[in-house]
């Protein structure tokens, strides 16, 4: 009975840690073979080269449309060091026009320059993708 039991546990862990549901992308379920328009993506805030201080909160704001919006994704990384201090994925099926807003808290200890990136695809295929610099100061 207790190899039988040991046996069924292993079972049951080769399966949960097998593929699927993990954070792989999926493939695209509603793809749209006739949509040739790309996402028309704008971003408010914040503007090209704005400087914060560290401490303050970066706001990220704007409007992605388009016929067929599928999803999209909003991160803000540090260029000095690769690493991704926020990101956040979208998905919004359908919607001919949506305003995303995210905020981040950024701290430093010298001056660093961080890159906002937004990305918007559509069932499509076609991806729209805008990037923003801004500088954090002691």
């Known amino acids: 009975m207790k190899y039988l039991l040991s046996y069924c546990l292993l079972i049951f862990i080769g399966f949960s840690c097998g593929k699927g549901g993990g954070t792989e992308e ?5 793809y749209d073979p006739n949509d ?7 971003v408010n805030t914040p503007t090209d080269n704005q400087v ?10 704007g409007n992605v449309t388009d ?8 991160s803000i990384k540090n260029d000095a060091n690769g690493l991704v201090v926020k990101d956040q994925a979208y998905e919004i099926h359908y919607i001919p026009s949506y305003d995303f807003t995210l905020s ?4 430093v200890t010298t ?7 937004v990305k918007f695809e559509d069932h499509g295929h076609n991806v729209t993708a805008k990037t923003v610099k801004i500088t954090v100061n002691p």
């Open 26 to 30: 999926q493939p695209h379920a509603y």
């Open 67 to 74: 016929n067929s919006l599928f999803q999209g994704s909003i």
């Open 52 to 61: 914060f201080t560290s401490g303050s909160t970066v706001v990220v704001t």
């Open 111 to 117: 001056s660093t320059t961080f890159t906002v990136s």
């Open 104 to 107: 981040c808290p950024i701290t």
């Open 36 to 42: 040739y328009s790309y996402p028309t993506v704008t």
